[in-house]
């Protein structure tokens, strides 16, 4: 019964068009295609906090964000739909596939601790301003 359960709970529906609206609902949120048709971008005072390509990978859609590296080590850990960044390296970027057993409340955390990765790293004047914004 426990494994029934785990099974219905693995997959999730967030899909682009959800994804997106969560992202421009982010205070100060814009979008571009700055590399390509392909890849959605997605920025804070003109920085990128995720970014998501638009046509699968092996048949997978995965949105891009930026991440403590602490927290990418666990959360690779804990989720097969959780790796490395397709362009980067580091732990400080992940790829989280849509469709997988990562839930959408964890992906929608996970895009705001993006946009907090991403003011963590603005000047403090850049950053008091975008607090301040209405």
């Known amino acids: 019964m426990a494994v029934l359960l785990k099974i219905s709970y693995i997959f999730v ?44 990978r092996n048949g997978i859609l995965r949105v891009e964000m930026k991440c403590d590296p602490d927290r990418s080590v666990e959360l690779r850990d804990q989720y097969e739909g959780v790796g490395p960044g397709h362009y980067t390296t580091s732990l400080m970027w992940n790829a989280v596939a849509l469709e997988s057993d990562v839930p959408d409340q964890l992906i929608r ?10 003011l963590k790293k603005l000047p403090r004047s850049k950053r008091e301003s975008y607090l301040n914004q209405k």
């Open 13 to 56: 529906d967030m899909n682009v068009e959800e994804l997106r609206d969560y992202c421009m609902s982010v205070k100060g949120a814009t979008e571009s295609f700055p590399f390509d048709d392909t890849v959605l971008v997605f920025k804070i005072m003109g920085k990128i906090f995720a970014y998501i390509g638009l046509e699968p």
């Open 109 to 118: 955390e996970l895009i705001a601790h993006s946009v907090d990765e991403v």
